[in-house]
């Protein structure tokens, strides 16, 4: 029987990367995404000719309804779970005092909440199966940036979310995160901005979507560790 794998936002950017690495890994998918209708489905089609049975799970996760509706879903189309990757992400450039409620709330039920509802839906099926949880968080939850405030507190939170979790699964379910650096830039982001990040590594490089899917797979592989948190971003969190 094939494993089966969940990513949150797994249709574009680094988590279509994930979909594809799980899938050439022998991974059916169970897909979630928001807005990215037409990248999912187009997605989906590539992979089921590649031999793999994908689902799509469409919704909102800040919504805590969408989460639930989407556990029914898999669970009426899948009897086991062997890796979730909560890798769904909003990321707003908002300063500290300029915040409000709707957006805080927003980006804190996108990047924190929705990563402790998704383990509760789906611990049973994680314990069955002896699975994994691989939280992706971000360096600016290391080395948080006051123009991105409330997104570095959110994966701030995730990384300790991931040792709690880590604990509260054991030792059945293994739990860690991936915390990138600069891999894909914004779509608002320059070249002169990015050129400015790169220069913030201590290799001289962006970090690419292979680096994220390679720390994947070494945690997936590597049956001793559990509750920690690898930072991909070249080394800018210490420069």
Request: glycine share 6%.
């Amino acid at each position: 029987m094939s494993r089966v794998a969940l990513i949150t936002g797994g249709a574009v950017r680094v988590g279509r990367a994930i979909s594809i690495a799980l899938a050439r890994q022998g991974y059916d998918l169970a897909i979630s995404y928001n807005s990215s209708d037409k990248p999912a489905k187009d997605l989906q089609n590539s992979l089921r000719q590649e031999g793999r049975e994908i689902l799509l799970l469409e919704g909102d996760l800040s919504c805590p309804v969408t989460i639930e509706n989407m556990a029914a879903t898999f669970q009426k189309n899948f009897s086991q779970l062997d890796l979730l990757v909560n890798n769904a992400a909003n990321f707003f450039s908002t300063s500290l005092l300029e915040t409000n409620c709707d957006e805080w709330d927003e980006v804190m039920a996108v990047n924190l909440r929705a990563p402790h509802l998704l383990v509760k839906e789906f611990a049973h099926l994680l314990t069955k199966s002896s699975g994994s949880v691989i939280n992706i968080s971000d360096h600016l939850g290391i080395k948080p940036r006051s123009s991105y405030a409330h997104h570095s507190i959110a994966k701030a939170g995730l990384i300790h979310l991931t040792r709690i979790q880590a604990m509260v699964l054991a030792p059945h379910v293994r739990v860690n995160a991936i915390a990138p650096g600069l891999v894909l830039p914004p779509e608002d982001m320059d070249d002169e901005k990015y050129k400015q990040e790169v220069s913030n590594t201590l290799i001289d490089r962006a970090g690419t979507v292979d680096d994220v899917t390679q720390a994947m797979t070494f945690l997936l592989n590597s049956p001793n560790i559990t509750g920690q948190t690898i930072v991909v971003d070249g080394g800018s969190t210490i420069s």
